[in-house]
């Protein structure tokens, strides 16, 4: 059956955004601000106040008699929780599902780990009380060093995602030793953290044996998991509720101790209690992603073509949760080379888990290895596109399988032309404006697609009207009004008549929003279960419709047509199925498609700065990134999308980094005003182009991830503009004017 020929078809138009009025209006609720369940009880947690070592006693006598105090909760009393289990589950699923009990005994595993729950009847008196409970500690011995401990690294059982850990082509140190030209070259990336607008919060409810819990979360599923195996209750008795997520970036993909302490403390009290952590309380609680050290050895001929591609990354991890960002892999597919050499290594230290953060592995590999390629490019006295082009990969250089669509080297091309990249200066420091030096950089792009297991059902009412209903969050993509838009086209119908539900644990599960897969997934599940509906309307509306071919049978304008014969869905639907009808329809796992094909996104940036020879301040002047995502489902969501990558890049490249006291295992700057990210006036002029290319192997909507592609390899245009304006390389991110001004030169400065 086919959807309409329309004027213009719904999906890929730049729609702005349904809930997008209920945002700015403050009428869409967020997970602290649920009122139904009624007044709640607030719950702060108090964390401790060292890195390592076990509670000797906790004087909590005070708190309890505090004004407003409802519940003291310590390890003294907290309900009886399940072991946490293994630092390495034994599947990767478990990663995202194993109990995370809280308050269950005397040891201190991190700064600022939780040691205490106070609930009271407002937050200013729990918060009041926390401060009272007196806590001493037999504190040991910690470590925080990565780069001075590198000899300890060990290999970890797997990477993120279950990626192997290694990866060898070739004979890598053979080529290397005979390559012609070799750069050994090592990067360091730093600690970072999250900060989505929303903090992680929770307000839970329970009835009787059924609990309800209203949360900021991106995958309701995973909550759902670990709290049933915290909790040692069914999943079916748990509710969540999440129809607006204030941001994730990966931050909420699964729960922490503001969900499981509000469900324990709820049901002592059995009364709602709601906790959000706090800005502060987040750096430690909430994961971060781990500092590294990247050492990128490139081989190459005089004319420009990779012999050797080694990249061996040294990661911090926790010592009690191991967690790897996958960061080496993209370079197992990104450019061609016969000898090939990839490893991750982890190094133990005594801070909590590292999580997933937007763009795990690529957005700290590509900083590094993309400035790494410019490095090469200007040692070879070659363009830096050149250079790419010449090593573009005629399959997937690891796996020999092809390549479902490839667009790399268009993006380049497309770009270098809006660009004026032929106006660049190749030598550095050459380029002045009065004080300021002048210069461009570019960095290609990659990130594989992925789809996730998802289902929609699909339901149409007596007047015609369509309801969507998925598990699926929307943390502030645009999934609410892409999910209208497929709907709308598929059933033919205006985008007024379909109305969406998402965020509710009891409608079909989803992959959740996450590995910027949310897109294709959802899309992909909407789609087939319209087509299922479709076929539903038809059969009940009877001759002629019933016998129609499927293919000759359309549905346009708000009607169902075959042949000559046309109907109003809403007269049909009161005629032949008053009732309504509804059907559900699926996609995913990954299957044989990705295993015959090498799927990814494409992108390349170019940046334009300015730094003044005085201060060393860096200026963004202006930016453009060139995509190839798949078929685009809604322009004005998916260039947001880009530009919020783009944004993320320069902030990776010139400001981002938590800064860890490695004698407490503190991070210091911990809230907005010291922990530094772009604002408008740090982005200048920025553009995004996307080359439009379906690809038939992806899915059926030839859609393909790309909400975290745009952070891939950002940094590093930024980070080789600088250097183009300079002359100053920077390996130790980010690159901050303190580390510009030490490495210009008396001529550039005086000149």
Known sequence: MTTSTQTESLIGQPVDRIDGRLKVTGRATYAYEHTEAGQAAHGYILGASIAKGRIRDIDDSAARRAPGVLYVMTHRNAPAQPEFGPAVPPKV?????????????????????????VVAETFEAARAAARLIRVRYDEEKADFELTSRLGQAYTPPRVNAGMAPDSAVGDFEGAFKQAAVALDLTYATPYQSHNPMEPQATIAVWRGDDLTVYASAQT???????????????????????????GGFGAKLIPHADAILAALAARVLQRPVKIALTRQQM??????????????????????????????????????EEFCEQTAVFARHLYAAPNRLTRHRLVPVDL????????????????????????????????????????????????GV??????????????????????????????????????????????????????????????????????????????????????????????????????????????????????????????????AIKRQIADAAGSPYREADADALRFAGGKIIAGSHSES???????????????????????????????????????????????????????????????????????????????WGIGAALMEQTLLDTRHGHFVNHDLAEYLVPVNGDIAQMEVVFLEEPDEHANALGVKGLGELGVCGAGAAVANAVYNATGVRVREFPVTLDKVMAGLGDAVIQG
């Open 93 to 117: 699923p478990d990663v995202f599902t194993r109990a995370r009990p809280a308050l269950v005994n005397d040891r201190v595993r991190y700064y600022d780990e939780p040691v205490a729950l």
């Open 220 to 246: 309701l599923n995973n909550f759902r998991a670990t709290l049933a195996n915290t909790l040692r209750i069914a999943p079916e008795r748990i509710r969540i509720i999440s129809p607006y997520v204030g």
């Open 283 to 320: 750096y430690a609680n909430a994961g971060y992603r781990a500092a590294m050290v990247h050492q990128l050895r490139l081989g190459a001929q005089p004319d420009g073509k990779l012999t050797a591609m080694g990249y061996d990354v040294y990661s911090a991890t926790s010592r009690f």
């Open 352 to 399: 909590n888990r590292g999580e997933w953060m937007r763009s795990p592995g690529e957005a700290p590999g590509m900083l590094a290895y993309e400035c790494g390629m410019d490095e090469l490019a200007e040692r070879l006295a070659l363009d830096p596109i050149e250079l790419r082009v010449r090593n573009e990969p005629a399959q997937d250089p690891e796996r």
């Open 402 to 531: 092809p390549f479902s669509a490839r667009n790399l080297v268009e993006c380049m091309r497309t770009g270098a032309e809006r660009f004026g990249w032929k106006h660049r200066n190749p030598k550095p420091a050459s380029v002045r404006e009065g004080r300021k030096l002048i210069g461009m950089g570019m960095a290609a792009a990659i990130r594989p697609n992925y789809i996730g297991a998802s289902t929609a059902r699909v339901a149409i009412d007596a007047m015609g009207r369509i309801t969507v209903s998925m598990d699926m969050t929307d943390i502030g993509t645009g999934t609410y009004t892409i999910i209208t838009q497929v709907a709308a086209e598929s059933l033919g119908v205006p985008m007024s008549a379909v109305r969406v539900q998402l965020g509710d644990s009891r409608h079909p599960r989803t992959a959740g929003s996450g590995g910027s897969w949310g897109a294709a997934s959802t899309s992909n599940a909407v789609l087939a279960a319209c087509q």
């Open 569 to 647: 869905l809403a007269a049909l639907m009161q005629r032949a199925a008053p009732r309504g009808l509804q059907a559900e329809g699926s996609v995913g796992p990954m299957g044989e498609s990705y295993k015959a094909y090498s799927q990814h996104s494409y992108g390349a940036h170019f940046v334009e700065v300015e730094i003044d020879i005085d201060t060393g301040e860096i200026r963004m002047r202006r930016m453009l990134s060139v995509i190839s995502a798949g078929r685009i489902l809604n322009a004005k969501t998916a260039r947001s999308q880009i530009l919020g990558g783009m944004t």
